[in-house]
């Protein structure tokens, strides 16, 4: 069963840091390029960063600097590291799988992320 499970949100106060996991079941993660997307209430859905099966990486402008995305084939698991925290990146926060060889296109449920003092 493909699965993907996000955990490492929380609340946090302004300034502070959070790194989120994405854990991958069911599928071989290595083929497939990682993506976290945010949406925040009453916002639409927003990419935040995408990490390439060859470990590209690409950031949104609100990210860049400040987040890191990362993978570990071997474990799994996408990491996003967000350092600096804001009270606008109060969102929930999911990961989005796609298949460089194929049609598989999975989603976590998502983790909250609240930064606030």
């Known amino acids: 069963q493909v699965q993907l499970v996000e955990s490492g949100g929380g609340l946090v106060q302004p300034g502070g840091s959070l790194r989120l996991s994405c854990a991958a079941s069911g599928f071989t993660l290595s083929r497939y390029e990682m993506s976290w997307y945010r949406q925040a209430p009453g916002k639409e859905r927003e990419l935040v960063a995408t990490?390439?099966?060859?470990?590209?990486?690409n950031y949104a402008t609100s990210a860049k600097g400040r987040f890191t995305i990362s993978r570990d084939n071997g474990k799994n698991t996408v990491y996003l590291q967000m350092n600096s925290l804001k009270p606008e990146d109060t969102a929930v926060y999911c990961c989005?799988?796609?298949?460089?060889?194929?049609?598989?296109?999975?989603w976590g449920q998502g983790t909250q992320v609240t930064v606030s003092s």
């Open positions: 989005k799988a796609v298949d460089g060889l194929g049609p598989g296109v999975y």
């Open positions: 990490i390439s099966r060859f470990s590209n990486t």
